[in-house]
């Protein structure tokens, strides 16, 4: 830039090193967990911290891995770990979500983006009245309806009600506009069937949309600790969220242990989102576009 | 549009949103009106006795119960403080980043991210360590900095405890603001910034006179996210205060879940579930409004 004078580049410098300074204290958190849990007890439990472990240990982690342990999956014989067993259900908990979320929400994005019919407006109407309510508010009544459905402290509990929250619809909504109307059109005259249209020409453009999403509800399924408290209860149900704010409650100071079970939580969901982090931007931003 | 037409794209457009409309009835609009509907009564978690119809005997509790009180000065003080300073704070972080190379953008796009990310279980829990009054880092630094003279328990002070709690959802709301203001940023229209630079406008006109009027709608959506997340902070009351010292952190969404899964008291609760999304509804409204108006 020609215009840049002394006190610009001045700014620059200056804004530069409070930009360095803020990413340290925002990596640092995280990287207390994953030293911390590398630490011994006694250096855990000292006043002075030491910045980076003089020895490593293993204990936590045994230890995280030593506790309770419950069936592999479902109620077979094969017992696990009880922190490997909250991880798998986890997992599970958020490749369902992710999976029923982006078949049902880009096939309703569509629909609301391209097909024109009575109702239409005033159910688009509800979905973005309902995104801008408090999703935890409705989580109480929530509890009570899942009971009477039989499915309280069961995994499908924190599935079904993150699959109904409509961001999903909204966003895929935003994705399908960008369609052009001859191409699906074009498929028609060829004689498709409406679904044929949907897998083989509105599915493959919206590509980009649907890894959006699927990033982004995987992510925040993982996460979503105020549903799984509510939901879940016994030990071999609770996901790894859970697992660690329960072991916690338990041995409130046992850092070490703690620090090794929030790395457990932590570490996947990261790595997940690195590898994604693209798309995951682009979900956020297409999500803003008022439409 | 022929008749025929017409009515295959009805039912095209509705067998379409069928599986989505079961699980979005199923588990947002059913749950919503059961929400306003059992804050007339007295109802509780067991489902075999019948429900009291109560009128409106739940709200008028409400406004008698210091607890709610407490919950409810408590949340808006953590609305007031970290919307506004949310918002700040992303933009100026976006602004100095948005002109970055690429590596660097996604860098400091995913450091302050990374809050959010790790989930708020183990970042709470990561706090509550730092926080400690023996061994957590913050007595630490403080103290051999000079800056306070015996270790202070952070999260057991009335004094300090909100702000602690304040202090780490901030740390957890910026990151989405600065992704979206990243992205409306680099959409402003260069042609208009760049007639106003040969103009001679200072950076500072440049920015409140051709870009602050176009990333308003981001600003927008980010006061309205914002303020919908401060009015929800739970799992870092739940783990790390329960709402003490003394009710100090009791918020809203804290008290909510208590009424209801510790005193089985459902009603009640829901009570304050709609008194808190017309809360968030109506400063929605305003944020809306004022937007609109400039």
């Not at chain 1, 300074?21 to 006694?42: D, N, Q, S």
């Not at chain 1, 439990?45 to 506790?67: A, D, G, V």
């Not at chain 1, 409650?249 to 969901?269: K, R, W």
């Not at chain 2, 927008?220 to 205060?241: D, E, G, H, V, W």
Request: net charge positive.
């Amino acid at each position: 830039m020609s215009k840049d004078n002394g006190s610009s580049v001045a700014y620059k410098i200056f804004s530069f090193v409070v930009l360095i300074i803020l990413a340290f204290l925002f990596i640092f958190p995280l990287y207390w967990i994953l030293t911390g849990m590398f630490k011994p007890p006694a250096v855990i439990n000292s006043p002075t911290p030491q910045w980076w472990p003089h020895e490593w240990t293993m204990r936590n982690i045994t230890e995280l891995f030593s506790r309770r342990t419950a069936p592999l999956f479902g109620e077979i014989a094969l017992r696990v770990p009880g922190a490997l067993r909250w991880l798998i259900n986890t997992v599970f908990m958020a490749i369902m979500a992710m999976i029923l979320t982006c078949i049902t929400a880009a096939m309703a994005g569509y629909a609301l983006a391209k097909k024109r019919f009575i109702g239409r407006a005033f159910l688009f109407s509800l979905i973005v009245a309902a995104m801008a309510l408090p999703k935890q508010v409705i989580l109480v009544p929530l509890v009570r309806e899942i009971s009477a459905l039989g499915l309280y402290d069961n995994i499908w509990a924190v599935i079904l009600p993150t699959v109904g929250w409509p961001f999903g619809v909204f966003l895929m909504k935003q994705f399908s506009e960008g369609i052009p109307g001859e191409m699906i059109e074009a498929a028609r005259i060829d004689g498709a069937s409406e679904f044929r249209t949907f897998t083989s020409v509105v599915v493959p453009m919206i590509k980009p949309g649907i890894g959006a999403l699927a990033i982004f509800t995987f992510i925040n399924s993982w996460n979503d600790y105020f549903l799984q408290l509510i939901m879940l209860t016994s030990n071999s149900n609770l996901t790894i969220s859970l697992g660690i704010a329960t072991m916690q409650a338990e041995n409130s100071t046992d850092f070490g242990l703690i620090m090794a079970g929030a790395a457990l939580a932590a570490v996947p969901i990261i790595i997940v989102f690195l590898l994604f982090q693209k798309y995951f931007t682009k979900g956020i931003t297409m999500g803003a576009v008022k439409g | 549009m022929s008749p025929e037409l017409r009515r295959r794209e009805t039912v095209a457009g509705y067998l379409f949103l069928l599986p989505s409309l079961i699980f979005f009835v199923g588990f947002v609009v059913i749950p919503m009106v059961m929400c306003v509907v059992t804050s007339f009564f007295d109802a509780t978690m067991d489902l075999n006795t019948p429900d009291k119809f109560i009128w409106f005997d739940n709200y008028i509790e409400l406004w008698q119960d210091p607890v709610f009180l407490k919950g409810l000065t408590n949340t808006l003080i953590i609305v007031l403080v970290s919307v506004p300073f949310t918002c700040i704070f992303s933009l100026w972080v976006a602004s100095a980043i948005y002109k970055m190379r690429e590596g660097l953008l996604s860098f400091f796009r995913i450091v302050f991210y990374l809050p959010v990310v790790t989930g708020s279980v183990a970042v709470t829990v990561v706090w509550k360590w730092m926080y400690n009054n023996y061994y957590g880092i913050f007595n630490y630094v403080l103290k051999n900095t000079g800056i306070i003279s015996k270790n202070i328990n952070w999260l057991g002070n009335p004094q300090y405890a909100l702000w602690c709690i304040i202090l780490i959802l901030l740390t957890t709301s910026v990151g989405q603001p600065i992704v979206l203001y990243v992205s409306a940023l680099s959409n402003v229209d260069n042609s208009l910034v760049e007639a106003a630079e040969v103009d001679g406008a200072t950076n500072t006109q440049v920015f409140w006179r051709i870009k602050w009027p176009q990333i308003m709608p981001t600003t927008l959506y980010i006061l309205i996210i914002t303020t919908i997340n401060s009015f929800q902070c739970f799992a870092l009351i739940q783990l790390l205060t329960s709402g003490g010292p003394n009710y100090a952190t009791e918020t809203v969404m804290y008290y909510i879940y208590y009424t209801a899964f510790k005193l089985y008291r459902f009603g009640y609760g829901n009570a304050m579930g709609v008194i808190l999304a017309i809360f968030i509804g109506i400063l929605s409204a305003v944020q809306f409004r004022l937007a609109r108006e400039k």
